[in-house]
């Protein structure tokens, strides 16, 4: 049974930082690209990150070049995302997802995890 399981997220301030992470099981981690979405109330889930197996290819949205970074250790068969200068905009709930061989910024996922919640306040 696949489980993709995520925590760290919950409310932060402007300025500050936070980071997502993503434990995988039953999968074999590194066969499968990864991505983190989001999902504000209200609003489509949209493409936040994406990674490529090995972590040598990253694809970051617009919205959060720069202040975000995804990474992977497939060793621990975990996924991160590091939040810096968050924004209230980037208030959502987070989830990671997996997909079997290719990276896309699509929802197209083979694998979705519950989601965490991140606030953002001013």
């Known amino acids: 049974q696949v489980q993709l399981v995520e925590s760290g997220g919950g409310s932060v301030q402007t300025g500050g930082s936070l980071r997502l992470s993503c434990v995988a099981s039953?999968?074999?981690?590194?066969?499968?690209?990864m991505g983190w979405f989001r999902q504000a109330p209200g609003l489509e889930r949209e493409f936040v990150a994406a990674?490529?197996?090995?972590?040598?290819?990253?694809y970051y949205a617009d919205s959060v070049k720069g202040r975000f970074t995804i990474s992977r250790d497939n060793a621990k068969n975990t996924l991160y995302l590091q939040m810096n200068s968050p924004k209230p905009e980037d208030t959502a709930i987070y989830y990671c997802?997996?997909?079997?061989?290719?990276?896309?910024?699509?929802?197209?996922?083979?694998?979705w995890g519950q989601g965490t919640q991140v606030t953002v306040s001013s």
């Open positions: 997802a997996a997909k079997r061989l290719i990276v896309v910024r699509t929802p197209e996922y083979d694998y």
């Open positions: 039953g999968v074999t981690f590194s066969a499968y690209a």
């Open positions: 990674i490529s197996l090995k972590g040598s290819s990253t």
